[in-house]
């Protein structure tokens, strides 16, 4: 079937096209509306300030008469000078020097020949092991000077033997060591310089009484000449066993 309408006089065709032109056309006008501005209308009136230059105002100058200050009063000069003839002579003081000069404190030269000059002995002490001639212990003395040392080592253990005495105290308590015992056998052969070493009092009181018994030695000598000679000696105290 064949229309009878002609397809381009259709007004339906483009219906869409002219409602999207419409639209926009639409939102624009709504746009214009929207933003559109008023204000009131004042008078207003544009003037130009025209700003002149500054005027300087002048300060008139005031001269003041102001008189001049009156002169200082003149000073007088008045001589008052009197003159005194010298009738009397003043006699000077001499002041002396109290330090004393040189050729004032030697009195006297003392020469060298008339000052004593004294031989200062010094207490030199030579060990037993490396001295000339040993101490001599009473008795070894006719003994040849090679076998001395030895003769010396025995009459000292022969000596610590005989007044060897063990403490009571010592024993009592179960006290027993060895005590070292140093002294000196000066240059006239006494034995002093006594001091003891060992595990308790007692025992070192023992060993100081023991030595303090020995007799008076011929002293030891260096170079023939008597010196004091240092010896050592150990003595043990041992319990004996039951």
Same mark, same amino acid.
Not at 45 to 53: G, P
Not at 98 to 127: H, K, W, Y
């Given at each position: 079937?064949?229309?009878?309408?002609?397809?381009?006089?259709?007004?339906?065709?483009?219906?869409?096209?002219? !409602? &999207?032109?419409?639209?926009?056309?639409?939102?624009? !006008? *709504?746009?214009?509306?929207?933003?559109?501005?008023?204000?009131? %209308?004042?008078?207003? %009136?544009?003037?130009?300030?025209?700003?002149?230059?500054?005027?300087?105002?002048?300060?008139?100058?005031?001269?003041?008469?102001?008189?001049?200050?009156?002169?200082?009063?003149?000073?007088?000069?008045?001589? *008052?000078?009197?003159?005194?003839?010298?009738?009397?002579?003043?006699?000077?003081?001499?002041?002396? *020097?109290?330090? &004393?000069?040189?050729?004032?404190?030697? &009195?006297?030269?003392?020469?060298?020949?008339?000052?004593?000059?004294?031989?200062?002995?010094?207490?030199?002490?030579?060990? !037993?092991?490396?001295?000339?001639? $040993?101490?001599?212990?009473?008795? =070894?003395?006719?003994? +040849?000077?090679?076998?001395?040392?030895? =003769? !010396?080592?025995? +009459?000292?253990?022969?000596?610590?033997?005989?007044?060897?005495?063990?403490?009571?105290? &010592?024993?009592?308590?179960?006290?027993?060591?060895?005590?070292?015992?140093?002294?000196?056998?000066?240059?006239?052969?006494?034995?002093?310089? $006594?001091?003891?070493?060992?595990?308790? +009092?007692?025992?070192?009181?023992?060993?100081?009484?023991?030595?303090?018994?020995?007799? %008076?030695?011929?002293?030891?000598?260096?170079?023939?000449?008597?010196?004091? $000679?240092?010896?050592?000696?150990?003595?043990?105290?041992?319990?004996?066993?039951?």
């Amino acid at each position: 079937m064949i229309p009878k309408k002609n397809p381009e006089l259709e007004v339906g065709r483009n219906s869409s096209l002219y !409602f &999207a032109i419409g639209l926009n056309v639409m939102l624009f !006008f *709504s746009w214009q509306a929207i933003e559109y501005k008023t204000y009131e %209308k004042d008078d207003i %009136k544009l003037d130009v300030v025209m700003m002149d230059s500054e005027l300087d105002e002048e300060i008139p100058l005031v001269t003041m008469n102001t008189p001049p200050p009156p002169p200082p009063p003149p000073v007088v000069m008045q001589e *008052s000078v009197q003159i005194i003839e010298d009738t009397e002579d003043v006699e000077e003081t001499v002041f002396e *020097s109290t330090e &004393a000069s040189q050729d004032d404190l030697i &009195a006297e030269v003392i020469s060298v020949e008339d000052v004593d000059v004294g031989e200062i002995e010094e207490d030199v002490e030579v060990p !037993f092991a490396v001295i000339e001639d $040993v101490p001599l212990f009473p008795g =070894c003395e006719n003994v +040849k000077k090679s076998e001395r040392r030895n =003769c !010396f080592q025995q +009459k000292m253990n022969a000596h610590v033997v005989k007044n060897f005495n063990y403490p009571q105290t &010592a024993l009592d308590m179960g006290i027993k060591g060895r005590v070292f015992v140093i002294f000196v056998i000066s240059p006239e052969g006494e034995i002093t310089k $006594v001091r003891t070493r060992g595990p308790d +009092k007692i025992l070192e009181d023992e060993a100081q009484r023991i030595i303090s018994k020995l007799p %008076k030695m011929i002293p030891g000598k260096q170079r023939g000449k008597p010196v004091s $000679v240092p010896f050592s000696l150990p003595i043990n105290f041992k319990m004996a066993e039951q």
